[in-house]
Structure formats: structure tokens, C-alpha cells
């Protein structure tokens, strides 16, 4: 079955370091999401991706975040200068259409411990 | 935006039949997701309803109803792995088109032998 592959699977940054967690969408898919989720709470979301360019972001996606997918196949997602509060679970997302009415394929995450 | 409700925690035993259910109170409702998420693990994609009604999915079905603003995801026959936590989503069209849902914050199930 096709998946949504995230790398790494753990990172630890200090804070202030810039960090990049990449994915791989699946393949026929055209819409890309990455979300968080703070340990203990709900999944958030951060962004959506189309066409190659963001067609939605939340109040989280502020400056520091940045999104890119470089070539055909990996999507990723920059912190510029984590912070302590950056601290999460981040989950890439794909899905084949933008209504994703059979709901979004989501990777196994990067767990971000910023210290 | 959307209000979500769902239980905290709820507990049952393996074989037997339960009921999550979500709340949530939206101005342009679009759709409603159920996921599932085992502890450290990524959602996956459980059911979807948009119009009022049951559908069912094997051991699992979900109902909505619009009028009322609600859902239960329903779970039969439970097997100890069934216990995880149950997230309920919602999509609003009123905040100028999304088709991005909000999430809940989910109800931890637990499956007692």
C-alpha cells in the first residue's frame, strides 16, 4: 500500500538552530499538508501545498516556517530559528484531491525536541 | 472556527460494542472525518460523512446528523488492539473555502480484556 515516508524519525536541535524535516508525498497525489501535534494535545495544522505554491496556512505558519517541495518527489518543512515551543510531533500529509473526501494519508512523523 | 467535543477517555471490553461520540458547532459545515491514532503513531484515515446517516465500514460505522451538529463513531466486536485514540475532524466552508478540517482533541479508548 502506498505511503507517506517523513525523515527523520527523531531530531534534536538546539534552540535557535535552523531545522529540516522532509517527506516524501505519495506518489499520485497533489495536495501536501504538513500538521503538528504538541504531546498531549490535538493535531494541529500548519499548511497546505498546491501546485507548487501554499494554498492555505494557519496562525502557527508564521515567518520562521517555510515550505518547498525542491523536485518531484519530497516536500519539506523549514524552521528558521526553533524554539522551545516548536517541540512536536510533525506529521506530513498527502491526499489525491484538495476535498480529500477519502481523508488524508498521513507519514509515520518527526518527533522535534528542541532543547 | 470550530468547536469540537469528544469524551476524554473512555473504557470497554474486548467483544463488546462502543460509541465515540463528537459534537462540534460549525456555520458552513463541509464534512466530517473520523481518524484513528495508536500512541506515537500517525493518524490514519478511519470514515468520512458529509450527508445525515450511517455508513458502514466492517467492524466500524459512523453516523452523522447535521440538524443536531453530531457524529458517533461506532466500534463492534473490539479487539484489544482497537485501543488507541479516536479524533474527530470537521470541515467548515465558512472560513472563505477551506477544504483544510480542524481536528478535535480526540478520545483515548482503552480495551480491557
Known amino acids: 500500500e502506498p505511503e507517506v515516508t517523513q525523515t527523520p524519525s527523531h531530531q534534536v536541535t538546539q534552540m535557535g538552530q535552523e531545522v529540516i524535516l522532509r517527506c516524501v508525498p505519495i506518489?499520485?497525489?497533489?495536495?501536501f499538508y504538513w500538521y503538528r501535534q504538541i504531546l498531549g494535545q490535538k493535531v494541529e495544522f500548519l499548511v497546505s501545498f498546491y501546485n507548487n505554491e501554499i494554498s492555505e496556512k494557519s496562525e502557527i505558519f508564521d515567518d520562521q516556517f517555510s515550505v518547498e517541495r525542491p523536485d518531484g518527489s519530497n516536500f519539506t518543512l523549514k524552521i528558521r530559528s526553533t524554539k522551545l515551543e516548536d517541540s512536536a510531533m510533525y506529521f506530513c500529509?498527502?491526499?489525491?484531491?484538495?476535498?480529500?473526501?477519502?481523508?488524508?494519508?498521513f507519514g509515520s512523523g518527526t518527533r522535534l525536541t528542541v532543547v | 472556527g470550530q468547536n469540537i467535543d469528544q469524551p476524554t477517555e473512555m473504557t470497554a471490553t474486548e467483544g463488546a460494542i462502543v460509541q465515540i461520540n463528537c459534537t462540534y458547532q460549525t456555520s458552513g459545515f463541509n464534512g466530517l472525518f473520523w481518524y484513528q491514532q495508536h500512541a506515537g503513531e500517525a493518524p490514519t484515515f478511519l470514515s468520512y460523512n458529509v450527508l445525515d446517516g450511517l455508513e458502514e465500514k466492517g467492524r466500524f460505522s459512523s453516523f452523522l446528523s447535521r440538524s443536531k451538529g453530531y457524529s458517533y463513531l461506532l466500534l463492534k466486536e473490539l479487539q484489544m488492539k482497537d485501543s488507541a485514540s479516536y479524533l474527530c475532524?470537521?470541515?467548515?466552508?465558512?472560513?472563505?473555502?477551506?477544504?483544510?478540517?480542524?481536528f478535535g482533541r480526540g478520545t483515548s479508548l482503552i480495551v480491557h480484556p
Open positions: 475532524a470537521v470541515r467548515d466552508r465558512s472560513s472563505g473555502g477551506s477544504y483544510i478540517p480542524t
Open positions: 500529509a498527502s491526499s489525491e484531491i484538495g476535498q480529500a473526501t477519502y481523508g488524508y494519508t
Open positions: 506518489s499520485n497525489h497533489l495536495y
